[in-house]
């Protein structure tokens, strides 16, 4: 079994101030444990006024997108590149799809497009990841697709196996789930540090099949279908982030442990906290208000949890199925995702449902 970590994060590991990290660990731990863990495995409540679903947009191609962001003159939705066919698009506001405007400079470099992400000052993060290649990440404008920035993996970082699969960004710090090798990946803006952390431990690997509308997913050879680490969600003040498989558990950690190098593997991951089980899904947001989201593939759902941790099933819909990661608009919390060869925007039942 690979190492939990790679040695550069070991070398950073050591920390004089024991008793201070030990204090806070605790407290990540606990808090709110009482409440928290009776909450965990409670039934999906349905709201008393389930969701309402709008087909905003048809899309091109297929039903091969996944990601969506909302930026200021549409949305920018992505899928894995597919025979040369067009891989980002952007819907205008009418709900017409086009293809996503780059500079001739951003095409010569985005040939394997695999996640992506909104800024925060309304630019966008797309994921390169080509098999067997140095993965890299461009930040564009959002309506020109003009290059911002480019940030190239460290070695050390990823490997032969490494498939970066989604993205996460807040402020200075971008975190990557590696599907291929198992592992969560991160870069420092600020620091320009690339760091790996939990690589091959249990909450990176998938533990059980997926399963899609009530029929187990079997891979190519005939085998049960099992994906590790694949989706990822920061709650909005960055503080949080969540991750898990497409099977499930759902884990928590803090943040600001994966920015301190005084914290040891071993102190970090204790600290990666199991939230609770899902079933399969599709992908993860979190809204205004921190209530997370979750589509349901296994059924055709929307679940999410409140602020306290109750969890809750907003909506059933077939066309959920077909559901993959969604995007929370940070205004108006409405929940837009690729489902099948639509757009949906799905408003969710407002406030803490009894």
């Known amino acids: 079994m690979a190492h939990i970590f790679r ?18 660990l605790l407290v990540l731990l606990l808090y709110p444990f009482e409440q928290g863990f009776a909450a965990r495995e409670r039934p999906w409540a349905p709201v008393p006024h389930p969701a309402e679903v709008t087909v905003i947009a048809h899309l091109p191609e297929g039903s091969d997108w996944h990601d969506v962001v909302k930026v200021t003159d549409g949305f920018i939705l992505q899928r894995a590149p597919k025979d040369g066919a067009v891989s980002l698009i952007k819907v205008d506001r009418a709900g017409q799809a086009h293809p996503f405007p780059m500079t001739q400079q951003v095409k010569d470099m985005l040939d394997a497009p695999s996640a992506l992400a909104r800024a925060d000052d309304r630019a966008i993060w797309v ?56 592992a969560l990946v991160t870069y420092d803006l600020e620091k320009k540090t690339w760091r790996r952390f939990f690589t091959h431990y ?45 099977t499930g558990p759902l884990y928590r950690l803090k943040t600001e442990l994966l920015r301190d190098p ?51 099933m907003q909506l059933a819909d077939q066309r959920l199925v077909d559901a993959q990661t969604p995007y929370a608009d940070p205004i108006t919390n ?14 969710p039942h407002q406030g803490t449902p009894p």
Not at 8 to 24: D, G, T, V, W
Not at 216 to 221: L, M, N
Not at 280 to 289: A, E, F, R, Y
């Open 202 to 246: 249990p909450a990176m690997l998938g533990q059980r099949p997926m399963n899609i509308g009530g029929q187990e997913v079997r891979a190519t050879d005939g085998r049960p279908l099992q994906r590790n680490v694949s989706h990822l969600a920061l709650q909005r003040d960055g503080a949080w982030l969540y991750l898990q498989t497409p």
């Open 334 to 347: 409405e929940i837009y995702v690729a489902a099948g060869a639509d757009l949906l925007r799905v408003t």
């Open 127 to 182: 994921v390169n990841a080509r098999p067997s290649a140095q993965p890299f990440l461009l930040k564009l404008d959002a309506e020109t697709g003009a290059l911002q920035s480019r940030f190239d993996a460290s070695p050390d970082v990823y490997d032969g196996t490494s498939r970066f699969i989604a993205i996460a960004a807040h402020g200075p710090m971008i975190y990557l789930a590696d599907e291929g090798d198992a």
């Open 262 to 312: 005084d914290f040891t593997p071993v102190e970090l991951m204790e600290s990666l906290t199991e939230w609770r089980r899902t079933p399969t899904i599709g992908g993860l947001t979190i809204g205004p208000d921190n209530a997370l989201y979750l589509i349901d593939r296994s059924e055709g759902r929307l679940l999410s949890f409140d602020a306290g941790r109750n969890p809750f």
């Open 7 to 24: 040695w550069e994060s070991m070398k950073n590991a050591a920390s004089p101030s024991h008793f201070r990290k030990a204090i806070l």
